[in-house]
């Protein structure tokens, strides 16, 4: 028998030259597998942190090969899914079938690369698990697979780009503005992947193989799981990770805001516009820089006079308030010594300390040290929440240094290179622990980004300072759907993107009315953007303190009377269908299920479903397709085999499994509904 493999508690271990490999059950029908050439594991579990039951079974077997020969190939079992492992490291995974799902890639002089062992003579020209050493502890680590040319995979956060099947892509593993890592993908082999590393690095899903590539970081840490369904890879993913909680009632509704409200007064007269004319509000923003100082997180009482006063008169409107907050922290703020003396600010390894400058100079709250976010978080709540503040948009969460250069920085959980992509899941942390301490369950925290995990603290987040342009809306749609495939059910985008959209433009007019209609159907609708024209002067204060301006108007009735009565026709859409958004919502609670869905998520069997970019489901019921093309008015639309759909405007009832041309004038968006699913008649009002 073999020296290389020991099996421990129904592990099994592998330590061969100067590599140590673990592989174990994580939950069911799921394994984790790390490995390192440092003398040990690190205590980290980063985000599989849920409690979790497994079955594995773990065994050595002893095999007659094709020649003749014996061959030792070590084995663990976990329900549906199987790793087996040679004695020269080589990896495979398979499903409760047999079929091979996952298997590491190599290459070898004379050799190709079927599973099986090598001679210890044979040259490696490649190796699946490579490590080279940058400093201490630390590796640049790279793990590569084979590739089938007819796999899709889908997942892996948020990117800008129109494609929903990754296969062929190159990811940048970094959090950026727009963009958002979050490394799990599901595959349509049957299979859900999960790189439990937030260290900075890139995915390659190449056709010849399939590589991850970090930078700096200790170990190889990833989970895989089989399942027979996506909706079954996503439920075993969030049980491993957590879900969202249950979102509130008054964050299903309407969002309003843009770049910035100036003055108290000035949010108000906006509240009491919606309020007057009869259209609901949920929430309303109150935007970046109205505060004192950042850092100080707390209203500028010149241009806020009377918080309290303020949240009481939203309140008889039926209005929460929503206040931005930035992790930054000014140099002149009254927070910076302190801060900086007790360690709670970003590091920076070589060069000055300015690591952000947005009308002045700061630095990063370290969101990854818990004496930070338990500070932080007490300044919140003494300025907001006291004051009568909901919830909190947490803004600037990548976070977004002026030098992204990760190798500069040092957080409180390690150097950048190794842990930065985990900042953002901290920051929502911050803000649920927080929050749960004080007995709220009604979390809602709007992020600018998000890691895995980050779903569990109450994490809305969004696409980030988009364009607005129609091939940027049609890359919001991909954006959405594939951060709910990596396990991010709550998600949006700024309605109209975010900049160069003019109140002036009806060529911008017919844009806003088109992503209106798809935030109709979206996890939430929220409508913000910078506005052109920026033709008002930012107010100054009595000591001649300039304020920061903002853009034009955004409410729904700047637009003119015929794009108001387009947008209220959706808003009165979205709170008709609030009812089914809730049950959805309820599902992603329970079982992790994506908001919006990939056609094949509820369609799994249909081949063709799983190509299907231009459209989406709202839940199990509802198809949604958005118009992304400037003067349409009419589109084509295929329809999943396994249900007939009834055209939720005109009322016409289609088989699935074909493609049908609907209307779409300015005012309306295509919506099938699965016949007898009861949102049909909410839709139709």
């Known amino acids: 028998m073999s020296n290389v493999f020991t099996i421990q508690n129904g592990s099994l271990i592998y330590k061969r030259r100067y590599e140590t490999l673990k592989i174990e059950g994580w939950g069911e029908n799921a394994l984790r597998v790390r490995s390192t050439e440092n003398r040990g594991f690190t205590q980290e579990h980063w985000a599989l942190t849920e409690s979790v039951r497994h079955e594995a079974n773990a065994f050595i077997d002893e095999r007659i090969t094709a020649n003749g020969g014996k061959e030792v190939v070590a084995v663990i079992e976990n329900g549906k899914i199987r790793a087996e492992m040679t004695e020269s490291g080589r990896i495979r995974f398979l499903n409760q079938k047999g079929d091979v799902l996952l ?94 590393n937030p260290a900075i690095g890139k995915a390659t899903f190449g056709n010849n193989y399939t590589e991850w590539c970090f930078e700096s970081t200790k170990q190889i840490d990833y989970w895989i799981c089989a399942g027979d369904t996506p909706a ?52 309303i923003v109150c935007d970046f820089f109205h505060w004192t100082k950042m850092g100080e997180w707390k209203f500028d009482p010149e241009f806020w006079p009377d918080p309290e006063g303020m949240v009481k008169q939203l309140g008889e409107m039926g209005i929460k308030l929503v206040v931005s907050v930035w992790p930054t922290v000014d140099m002149q703020s009254e927070n ?8 709670m600010l970003v590091r920076v390894n070589r060069g000055m300390n300015r690591q952000m400058e947005c009308v002045n100079i700061s630095q990063f709250a ?29 803004d600037v969460a990548e976070p977004e240094f002026d030098t992204p250069d990760h190798d500069i920085y040092r957080y409180y959980k390690g150097q ?5 992509n985990a900042y953002p899941a901290d920051y929502a942390k911050m803000i649920y622990e927080g929050m749960k301490k004080l007995g709220r369950e009604d979390v809602v925290s709007l992020v600018r980004c998000a890691w895995a995990g980050s779903q569990k603290y109450g994490a809305l987040a969004w696409s980030g300072d988009v364009q607005s342009n129609f091939e940027t809306f049609r890359r919001q749609v991909v954006a959405g759907l594939n951060m709910g495939m990596a396990g991010i059910p709550w998600w949006n985008a700024d309605i109209g993107g975010f900049f160069m959209g003019d109140i002036r433009d009806e060529k911008f007019h017919e844009l806003l009315m088109r992503w209106f209609a798809f935030a109709a159907f979206s996890p939430v609708m929220r409508l913000h953007g910078d506005r052109n024209p920026h033709d008002k002067p930012g107010l100054v204060s009595s000591g001649g303190k300039p304020c920061c301006p903002s853009g034009a108007d955004n409410e729904i009735w700047s637009y003119g009377e015929k794009v108001e009565k387009v947008l209220k026709k959706f808003i ?37 479903a799983w190509d299907i970019a231009d459209a989406y489901m709202y839940g199990g019921d509802v198809l949604v397709a958005p118009i992304f093309e400037a003067g349409a008015t009419e589109r084509s639309v295929y ?47």
């Open 103 to 196: 298997k590491e890639h190599y290459q070898a002089m004379g050799y190709g690369n079927d599973f099986g062992d090598f001679p210890d003579w044979i040259n490696l020209h490649k190796s699946a698990r490579k490590y080279r050493s940058v400093g201490g502890d630390n590796y640049k680590i790279t793990l590569s697979f084979t590739a089938d040319e007819e796999e899709k995979v889908f997942g892996m956060g948020q990117y800008q780009q129109s494609n929903l099947n990754l296969k062929g892509c190159i990811l940048d593993l970094r959090q950026i503005n727009t963009q958002a890592s979050v490394p799990f993908y599901v595959s349509n082999k049957g299979y859900g992947f999960f790189m439990n």
């Open 232 to 283: 079954e890879i996503e439920k075993l993913y969030s049980a491993c990770t957590g879900r969202a909680p249950m979102m509130p009632d008054y964050a299903m509704g309407f969002w309003q805001c843009k770049l910035r409200y100036q003055t108290q007064e000035e949010l108000l007269s906006v509240a009491r516009g919606y309020y007057e004319r009869g259209i609901p509000v949920d929430m």
């Open 336 to 343: 910076m010594e302190e801060m900086t003396d007790r360690d």
């Open 366 to 394: 370290d969101m990854t040290n818990p004496e930070t976010r338990e500070f932080v978080f007490e300044i919140l709540k003494k300025n907001y929440l006291d004051k009568g503040v909901s919830q909190f948009w947490l």
């Open 416 to 420: 950048a290179l190794e842990v930065a």
């Open 572 to 608: 009165g859409l979205r709170y008709r269908i609030k009812p089914y958004t809730a049950r959805l919502m309820r599902e992603a609670q329970e079982n992790g299920s994506p908001v919006m869905r990939p056609l094949f998520y509820n369609f799994p069997k249909d081949k063709k």
């Open 639 to 685: 329809l999943p085999e396994g249900a007939n759909w009834v055209d939720a405007e005109m009322g016409n009832v289609y088989a699935g499994g074909r493609t049908v041309t609907v209307c779409a004038p300015v005012d309306v968006i295509p919506v099938f509904v699965r016949e007898g699913a009861d949102v049909l008649q909410m839709i139709r009002g």
